[in-house]
């Protein structure tokens, strides 16, 4: 069954933590939005620092709007031209464990 996945590549070097640190305000707006126990079991997401890529699960609501307020933090932290976003059709096999 396909699943909305969205796999972001830098595409110039941004030191890791940033992008992790944007991940983490938009995890928080997600438990404004949902709740903080409803992101904890729907919020997914992996990323492999070593090739610069976070990949978002968005198959439920609160994967979606993770998905949507982090491009949104994203654009406006690192950027139009610091990432390229990539629709996958599952979540691909982690470097790291899935969040």
């Known amino acids: 069954m396909p699943r909305e996945v969205y796999r972001y590549v830098l595409c110039r070097p941004i030191p890791f933590p940033e992008v992790l640190a944007t991940l983490d305000l938009a995890l928080?707006?997600?438990?404004?939005?949902?709740?903080?126990?409803?992101?904890?079991?729907?919020?997914?997401?992996?990323?492999?620092?070593?090739?610069?890529?976070?990949?978002?699960?968005?198959?439920?609501?609160?994967?979606?709007?993770?998905n949507q307020v982090f491009v949104g933090f994203a654009r406006r932290e690192l950027g139009d031209d610091a990432f390229r976003v990539e629709r996958l059709d599952r979540i691909p096999a982690p470097a790291g464990a899935l969040a």
């Open 28 to 66: 928080i707006a997600v438990q404004s939005l949902h709740g903080a126990e409803r992101t904890r079991l729907d919020a997914r997401f992996a990323s492999d620092p070593r090739r610069q890529t976070l990949v978002i699960d968005a198959a439920t609501p609160v994967g979606q709007a993770l």
